[in-house]
T-cell receptor, first 113, second 115 residues
Framework: GAGVSQSPSNKVTEKGKDVELRCDPI?????LYWYRQSLGQGLEFLIY????????KSGLPSDRFSAERTGGSVSTLTIQRTQQEDSAVYLC???????????FGPGTRLLVL | GESVGLHLPTLSVQEGDNSIINCAYS??????FIWYKQESGKGPQFIID?????DKRQGQRVTVLLNKTVKHLSLQIAATQPGDSAVYFC??????????????FGKGTHLIIQP
């Protein structure tokens, strides 16, 4: 596609449920990033993929958070046993290998009740 | 870790005026800086970037200035338009060629264009 796409655009879930968020990067972009943005705040880096591997997972806030990427393209961010503090906008970005400029998707707005 | 911060959370300017959004960074090892614009309900949109070997870069109606001596970054928007109303984030990257740490973002400045 022309840009980074994310789904769902909005997700409302109950505390304790698991959620999966999906990111489709720009075609040909090998690097993929996940960020979290709380209301009125800046972006918090979560995890980075180069191809299918994630060299650095230290940004994930707890072991309830995990992410994977298969085929060097689509990535899913999974949050297990969601908590109310997980409510935020989850943004995905991608970039070309060797380039710093990251292009963002529209985000998934997660609300945990 | 070191962080990127913004001086003003909200900036209100008259339509047609120029605006300047400031950003302070503390990581002297950062070698790449970028400005994003985020409109309500949307993801951040790339505006302009600059590397540490430059002190000025111009785009269409936007200019980014980098002062490494005082670790200061600014975004100048000329002849502001209603569509410029958004939150503007500065971000830094320590690594070249993309980084495992991603970009470090400031909290953002909300630019409001008054008619």
């Amino acid at each position: 596609g022309a840009g980074v796409s994310q789904s769902p655009s909005n997700k409302v879930t109950e505390k304790g449920k698991d959620v999966e968020l999906r990111c489709d990067p720009i075609s040909g972009h090998t690097a993929l990033y996940w960020y979290r943005q709380s209301l009125g705040q800046g972006l918090e880096f979560l995890i980075y993929f180069q191809g299918n591997s994630a060299p650095d997972k230290s940004g994930l806030p707890s072991d309830r958070f995990s992410a994977e990427r298969t085929g060097g393209s689509v990535s899913t961010l999974t949050i297990q046993r969601t908590q109310q503090e997980d409510s935020a906008v989850y943004l995905c970005a991608s970039s070309l290998r060797g380039e710093e400029t990251q292009y963002f998707g529209p985000g998934t707005r997660l609300l945990v009740l | 870790g070191e962080s990127v911060g913004l001086h003003l959370p909200t900036l209100s300017v008259q339509e047609g005026d120029n605006s300047i959004i400031n950003c302070a960074y503390s990581n002297s090892a950062s070698d790449y800086f970028i400005w994003y614009k985020q409109e309500s309900g949307k993801g951040p949109q790339f505006i302009i970037d600059i590397r540490s070997n430059m002190d000025k870069r111009q785009g269409q109606r936007v200019t980014v200035l980098l002062n490494k001596t005082v670790k200061h970054l600014s975004l100048q928007i000329a002849a502001t338009q209603p569509g410029d109303s958004a939150v503007y984030f500065c971000a830094e990257n320590m690594g070249s060629g993309g980084g495992a740490d991603g970009l470090t973002f400031g909290k953002g400045t909300h630019l409001i264009i008054q008619p």
